[in-house]
């Protein structure tokens, strides 16, 4: 089971990850894109690097906006698995 990253270890995750934001126990991401079929675009793309690694973010489709959260539910919050799931959403986004 992976091992939930203390404080210190979320904070400095996110201070090299600007454009999320600590959710509780999760990690979360808003990221507003073109048009609805390019948000789509996005959680296919995150689909698919998910089920690669084997951890899924849960994922809010609202038109063209999409949230992302980062969770290890097995550990009960935050682990390096998130951490390096949102840098590869960042990538995903980044990549349009």
Not at 4 to 14: F, G, K, P, R, V
Not at 18 to 40: C, K, M, N, V
Request: hydrophobic share 40%.
């Amino acid at each position: 089971m992976a091992e939930l990253l203390s404080e210190t270890e979320i904070s400095e995750a996110l201070n090299k990850l600007p454009y999320w934001q600590r959710a509780g126990d999760a990690l979360e991401r808003t990221a507003e894109l073109g048009d609805f079929p390019q948000a789509i675009a996005v959680v296919n793309r995150v689909a698919e690097i998910a089920e690669g690694v084997n951890h899924h973010p849960d994922m809010d489709i609202r038109w063209r906006t999409v949230t992302f959260r980062c969770s290890t539910h097995s550990a009960g919050g935050i682990t390096a698995k998130d951490v390096s799931l949102a840098e590869q959403i960042d990538g995903t986004i980044d990549a349009l």
